[in-house]
T-cell receptor
Framework: QKEVEQDPGPLSVPEGAIVSLNCTYS??????FMWYRQYSRKGPELLMY????GNKEDGRFTAQVDKSSKYISLFIRDSQPSDSATYLCAMSAGQGGKLIFGQGTELSVKP | DSGVTQTPKHLITATGQRVTLRCSPRSGDLSVYWYQQSLDQGLQFLIQ???????AKGNILERFSAQQFPDLHSELNLSSLELGDSALYFCASSVGPFPGTGELFFGEGSRLTVL
């Protein structure tokens, strides 16, 4: 079993839809949770960063962490064609720990 | 532009050969990470260097090796190449030694094709 599980999709939604992307994990020591966005033929770039449990909002993006369920989510409101990319969750236990990535979910937002 | 530079962008070679991938981290970043990305395995951590020293090792094969030089650039050497080594190889850098406590900045990757 992988430490981090993420549905690879692909996920296709119409413009304006609310998108929900999710990851589950098995290592209860993870404390730092991130979402990276990767456009085609580019390297991943950090989108959201959360420490421990709770919600974090940045514009149309909301990251949620539920440590009791070992489950993290990324919500995209009013999705745009420019949001079409692969979204990778990543997590770490912190000092001394490695950063582990999920497989990535490919999202396509259709005009 | 992340500030991380990787060369070459594309590389085509034959089985059994050896290649070297090069990475220049962002100015001021002391950590360099190497990741392999394939369709079926996702982004797999290979190895991390911090200020010239190996700091963490992931799923790196014995045929692969890396180093970080005094000027902080890094090289990933892949030898006795197999078809299954075909993948995108990413370099990333960060300021500190602990991934996850800060942002990793990725280069655009080196696409390796082994024929």
């Amino acid at each position: 079993q992988k430490e981090v599980e993420q549905d690879p999709g692909p996920l296709s939604v119409p413009e304006g839809a609310i998108v929900s992307l999710n990851c589950t994990y098995s290592n209860s020591a993870f404390q730092y949770f991130m979402w990276y966005r990767q456009y085609s033929r580019k390297g991943p770039e950090l989108l959201m960063y959360t420490y421990s449990s709770g919600n974090k909002e940045d514009g149309r993006f909301t990251a949620q962490v539920d440590k009791s369920s070992k489950y993290i989510s990324l919500f995209i409101r009013d999705s745009q064609p420019s949001d079409s990319a692969t979204y990778l969750c990543a997590m770490s236990a912190g000092q001394g720990g490695k950063l582990i990535f999920g497989q990535g979910t490919e999202l396509s937002v259709k005009p | 532009d992340s500030g991380v530079t990787q060369t070459p962008k594309h590389l085509i070679t034959a089985t059994g050969q050896r290649v070297t991938l090069r990475c220049s981290p962002r100015s001021g970043d002391l950590s360099v990470y190497w990741y392999q990305q394939s369709l079926d395995q996702g982004l797999q951590f290979l190895i991390q260097y911090y200020n010239g020293e190996e700091r963490a090792k992931g799923n790196i094969l014995e045929r692969f090796s890396a180093q970080q030089f005094p000027d902080l650039h890094s090289e990933l050497n892949l030898s006795s190449l197999e078809l299954g080594d075909s993948a995108l190889y990413f370099c990333a850098s960060s300021v500190g030694p602990f991934p996850g406590t800060g942002e990793l900045f990725f280069g655009e990757g080196s696409r390796l094709t082994v024929l």
